[in-house]
């Protein structure tokens, strides 16, 4: 198990270097869960969201009317649409590339996972 820590510690700090500092509440999520599916929507363990990030960073994969710059991207719905925590308040929101808009959809990480939860259960 340490050496299973100490793989993941060196995969966040690389992440870190190349991206920028992971949300505390999301590197705990990555480090004691990973990444998966709640729902129709898929959060990224440590590996998907460096592809996720290598993505949005290039400019060539941004649509022109790409508005979430100030968000820490985490993962996607079911129909492909990104959805972060914002870094200076730590809500979640997601960007609708279908029919346009920024969303609020919870306000920390923990709350948004209880609502993901909730949905399943009821």
Not at 3 to 18: A, I, P, T
Not at 75 to 103: R, S
Request: aromatic share 16%; proline share 2%.
């Amino acid at each position: 198990m340490a050496k299973l820590q100490s793989y993941f510690k060196n995969d966040v700090l690389v992440f870190e270097e190349k991206y920028g500092k992971i949300p505390e509440d999301y590197k705990w999520f990555l480090k004691t869960v990973g990444g998966c599916p709640i729902g129709s929507e898929w959060i990224a363990n440590i590996k998907e969201l460096e592809k996720t990030h290598i993505e949005i960073s290039d400019d060539r994969n941004v649509p022109k009317e790409w508005k979430m710059k100030s968000y820490f991207i985490i993962g996607f719905d079911g129909w492909g649409n990104y959805f972060g925590i914002c870094t200076e308040t730590g809500k979640i929101f997601m960007e609708d590339h279908n029919f346009g808009g920024i969303h609020e959809i919870a306000a920390s990480f923990e709350d948004y996972i209880l609502k993901l939860m909730n949905q399943m259960i009821f």
